[in-house]
């Protein structure tokens, strides 16, 4: 989730405790759908995925977001900042912790045959003001989630753009038809290795057909049907021909950097992240845009496709 930061404000309360509870009770279910985990007819191995995300927006309302972006990362977990950073590190070090509300919940997600690596995206909306009716400022978010060895879900990447508010409110979430084959330990083993440096390579093929043809060409070359695009001060553009119309006329050339890339160990399911540079011409020396993106891809009858891409400028440096 992208948060622009604010400045802090401080009101302390005192309040009965059970009264606390039920105000914080109703705050979370104005903010946020019921989870549809319990449903009879739910994925059983996507359900654990759904209900981390759902545990994790939770807990930032009842606790703060410094409390529950340490709580839920993995060890190694990222977040993008000026550039991807350890999730943990950076957030023990925000001090004073930020105030006001931010709460989100899912729209989509997916799993990995596994059941091991996951991901979930929807919008957010942040309130300067816990009890404030309108939010001053919105967006989407994505996170990736891993199954740690002690069978918990932690966020390993969490990142987001900013837009508009929306006209109307999104709730039901979605999710594809092979989530409900999913976690299936038949189906589950893969060549970790094999796998990781063929998405690897689907990322390099990508990346040359971007650099020489544009972005536009080379995304529109490997994204899947289903395919989610995500960019600064837009909604999300879903599905293969929304994603086409947002890049018609676009010819800028883009040179992808990636940083780290992970794969499920079904190996149906991984992620790249790291920096990109666009240019106007591929012989042009000074860049249109630089930024920070994260693509995930799903592997489907031996090839890997885009089934989502996340890309946001950095901006420039605050005021000293």
Do not use: C
């Amino acid at each position: 989730m992208k948060i622009k930061r604010r400045k802090n404000r401080h009101r302390v309360f005192i309040l009965a405790g059970s009264f606390v509870a039920a105000l914080l009770t109703a705050t979370v279910s104005a903010q946020m759908p019921p989870s549809p985990v319990n449903d009879k007819n739910f994925p059983s191995a996507l359900a654990p995925v759904v209900e981390a995300e759902y545990a994790f927006a939770r807990h930032s309302i009842a606790h703060g977001m410094k409390d529950a972006f340490i709580r839920f990362a993995a060890p190694d977990g990222i977040i993008i900042r000026r550039a991807p950073v350890n999730a943990i590190e950076l957030w023990t070090k925000t001090n004073p912790a930020p105030t006001g509300q931010l709460s989100w919940y899912p729209i989509f997600a997916d799993v990995s045959r596994a059941g091991d690596l996951g991901y979930t995206t929807g919008p957010w909306e942040f309130r300067d003001k816990p009890a404030d009716k309108d939010a001053s400022g919105n967006g989407h978010f994505i996170t990736l989630w891993r199954k740690q060895s002690d069978g918990t879900w932690k966020y390993e990447f969490d990142m987001g753009v900013s837009h508009a508010a929306p006209a109307s409110r999104e709730t039901a979430l979605a999710y594809p038809a092979s989530a409900r084959g999913a976690g299936n330990k038949d189906k589950g083993a893969a060549n970790i290795s094999a796998a990781l440096a063929s998405l690897r390579h689907a990322e390099r093929e990508l990346a040359h057909e971007s650099g020489t043809n544009g972005w536009a060409r080379a995304l529109l070359a490997y994204a899947d049907d289903t395919v989610r695009l995500y960019r600064q001060d837009s909604f999300p553009f879903i599905g293969l021909e929304a994603t086409r119309r947002a890049l018609d006329g676009k010819t800028e050339v883009t040179a992808w950097r990636v940083a780290k890339a992970n794969v499920a160990s079904s190996g149906d399911l991984g992620y790249a992240y790291g920096a990109y540079e666009s240019k106007a011409k591929a012989t042009d020396e000074k860049a249109t845009e630089a930024g920070n993106y994260m693509r995930i891809w799903k592997r489907q009858g031996g090839k890997w496709r885009v089934v989502l891409e996340v890309a946001t400028p950095v901006p420039p440096p605050p005021k000293q």
